[in-house]
Nanobody
Framework: QVQLAESGGGLVQPGGSLRLSCAAS????????MGWYRQAPGKERELVAL???????NYADSVKGRFTISRDNTKDMVYLQMNSLKPEDTAVYYC?????????WGQGIQVTVSS
């Protein structure tokens, strides 16, 4: 079992920035991939950004050029830097981790972009 804890969410104005953090209870070095997902009201959960073990990244088209995912294997932390935020980025953001033993989720954290 792996526990994931998100932090850094909140309310921000359009055009602003936030950095989400995800702390893992297990070494992320052994994870096949770590990712950030989001779910807006009435919508399905969607992949926002993914970083694989080798360091490669993948982003949803809607966030390319604005969001950056990174990882710190020494601290077992994954980050999502979100810039130029838009109201449509409002959602609950989840950290996800894929290990050989299974896929694990954090509890989620609210991000609201509004003036």
């Amino acid at each position: 079992q792996v526990q994931l804890a998100e932090s850094g969410g909140g309310l921000v104005q359009p055009g602003g920035s936030l950095r989400l953090s995800c702390a893992a209870s297990r070494s992320i070095f052994s994870a096949n991939a770590m990712g950030w997902y989001r779910q807006a009201p009435g919508k399905e959960r969607e992949l926002v950004a993914l970083i694989i073990r080798g360091g490669g990244t993948n982003y949803a088209d809607s966030v390319k050029g604005r969001f950056t995912i990174s990882r710190d294997n020494t601290k077992d932390m994954v980050y999502l830097q979100m810039n130029s935020l838009k109201p449509e980025d409002t959602a609950v953001y989840y950290c996800g981790a894929g290990y050989e033993s299974g896929h694990f989720w954090g509890q989620g954290i609210q991000v609201t972009v509004s003036s």
